[in-house]
Nanobody
């Protein structure tokens, strides 16, 4: 089971960009499907984006499609979320998630705050 640690969150003005990183430990990272989720105050955690184990397939929530890009570097055991044209409604704690068969792992989350 991999251990996940997110970084890269912060405060940004509307229209700005941030790049989140999720570093994974463990030798099986390259076999994991990796996702990003987010949770805004008072709301349920929601899916943001996913990338297949090879990186060749990506999936996005409609709310971020065209603005966010998920990618991974298996040599570095890292998955990224490039977030462009951020809006106040993107404010949330962003969580990295990995799944492989019956195993899943969550990071501790990183705060993203977008000011208007």
């Amino acid at each position: 089971q991999v251990q996940l640690v997110e970084s890269g969150g912060g405060l940004v003005q509307a229209g700005g960009s941030l790049r989140l990183s999720c570093a994974a430990s463990g030798r099986t990272f390259s076999s994991y499907v990796m996702d990003w989720f987010r949770q805004a105050p008072g709301k349920e955690r929601e899916f943001v984006a996913a990338v297949s184990w090879s990186g060749s397939n990506t999936y996005y929530a409609d709310s971020v499609k065209g603005r966010f890009t998920i990618s991974r570097d298996n040599a570095k055991n890292t998955v990224y979320l490039q977030m462009n044209r951020l809006q106040p409604e993107d404010t949330a704690v962003y969580y990295c998630h990995g799944e492989l068969l019956a195993q899943e792992s969550w990071g501790q989350g990183t705060q993203v705050t977008v000011s208007s």
